[in-house]
């Protein structure tokens, strides 16, 4: 984010960056699910709540900017 921030990158090379993110936790989470051992251990940590909102916020935004930039 604080490379797109300052100019550093563009919104293509951000949005690339963010939506690979994106697929590497949920590969990670389904593979977290898959060990049941690990998830006996899970520990939240409580300043995490809403997360998961925010980011999948995020992830919209860029179908609303696909959107916005196909149909110009």
Not at 27 to 37: G, I, R, V, Y
Not at 38 to 59: E, H, M, W
């Amino acid at each position: 984010m604080e490379n797109f921030i300052y100019d550093s990158i563009d919104v293509e090379q951000f949005e690339y960056a963010f939506c690979r993110l994106w697929m590497e936790t949920g590969q990670a989470l389904t593979a977290f699910e898959m060990d049941l051992k690990a998830v006996k251990n899970l520990q939240l940590d409580p300043r995490s709540g809403g997360f998961s909102s925010f980011i999948t916020f995020g992830y919209r935004q860029f179908e609303v900017l696909e959107d916005e930039y196909c149909t110009q």
